[in-house]
């Protein structure tokens, strides 16, 4: 099946998920407002409201087909703001942990930075992992409850809870930071590639597959003008653990090899996504039945 046209960052703005981050983010004023006038109670509710709708509009994307490109991008804006307003909120308040609401700052600072960074640099989109949008949510959950918590009295067991949040949530926020920073790079490197190669398709393995593979210490280059067919084998990968062919994911000719990997085999390993490719091909057609980097991860786990 040929992919289809990848679609524009404005092709699909009127969509509901994309109307619901926007009210999100219209609606922080009021949870501020009222954090200020002391009312912490109705502030903590109102953030958890805000939050709540986050897996709302993630839902209705899914089940109703209203995913878009500027959904991917408007989402997370929409949560890093969400999340940088609820927090210096509530430490200003003296309503949260001042160390925790740092941990938490830095963390999206960091996600931030690479985002911005990646698609000022040509990064193509994508959208938000799984165990991210878990991590935003028990995140969210711990400064909601703990905002809660401190105003003490009957209201002083959701301390416990926002704690019980807080432990796992961060453990697996600051895991998440490091998984996306091989998924920045795969769509940096991908995102780049398309731009400066047109119909010439670059051809490598993933992270996932050196991994697999161990340290390796040969590849048989394919010659330049060769012409390969999708499936095919075109490539000698040996390794510490084993021989393994690589197959080509499209057909064409190849138009160029990597002369690097003759010296310095290990590339694959340690650069997979920049100076460790092996050749260029001349793509002769469509490319089918092709995995995005989202179903790939998702193949792999």
């Known amino acids: 099946m040929t992919e289809e046209p990848k679609a524009g960052l404005f092709d699909r703005v009127w969509t509901v998920p994309n109307a619901l981050s926007v009210i999100r983010l219209l609606l922080l004023p009021v949870f501020v407002s009222w954090m200020g006038d002391g009312r912490i ?29 500027l959904g991917k991008v408007l989402d997370p804006v929409a949560d890093r703001t969400i999340f940088f307003v609820g927090v210096v909120t509530s430490m200003w308040c003296d309503a949260f942990p001042l160390w925790l609401g740092i941990l938490i700052l830095v963390r999206e600072g960091l996600i931030a930075l690479m985002m911005v960074g990646g698609t000022v640099l040509g990064m193509e989109r994508f959208p938000v992992t799984k165990a991210g949008k878990w991590a935003a949510f028990l995140v969210m959950c711990t400064v909601g409850w703990l905002t809660l918590g401190s105003v003490g009295g009957s209201w002083g067991v959701f301390s416990w ?88 994911p499209v057909s ?42 989202e179903e790939y991860q998702a193949l792999v786990g």
């Not at 897996?55 to 490109?69: N, V």
């Not at 119909?199 to 991994?211: C, H, K, L, P």
């Not at 310095?264 to 995995?291: H, K």
């Open 41 to 69: 109670v109705a502030g903590a509710w109102f953030f958890g409201a805000l939050c709540f709708t986050d897996f709302i509009d993630g839902w209705i994307a899914r089940r109703f087909d209203q995913g878009s490109e």
């Open 161 to 248: 809870i926002g704690w019980a949040a807080a432990i796992p949530g961060m453990t697996v926020s600051y895991w998440t930071l490091l998984r996306y920073v091989p998924l920045v790079r795969a769509h940096l490197s991908s995102g780049r590639a398309a731009k400066r190669l047109g119909s010439v398709a670059r051809i490598g393995i993933t992270d996932f597959a050196q991994d697999a593979l161990g340290d390796i210490v040969f590849v048989q280059m394919p010659e330049v003008g060769s012409v390969v067919a999708a499936h095919d084998s075109f490539s000698e990968i040996e390794s510490t653990k084993s021989v393994n062919d690589v197959y080509a």
């Open 252 to 293: 064409g000719t190849v138009k160029t090899v990597n002369d690097e990997l003759s010296a310095q085999p290990e590339l694959l390993n340690t650069d997979p996504y920049g100076r460790g490719w092996i050749c260029e091909i001349e793509m002769s057609g469509e490319p089918t039945d092709l995995l995005s980097a």
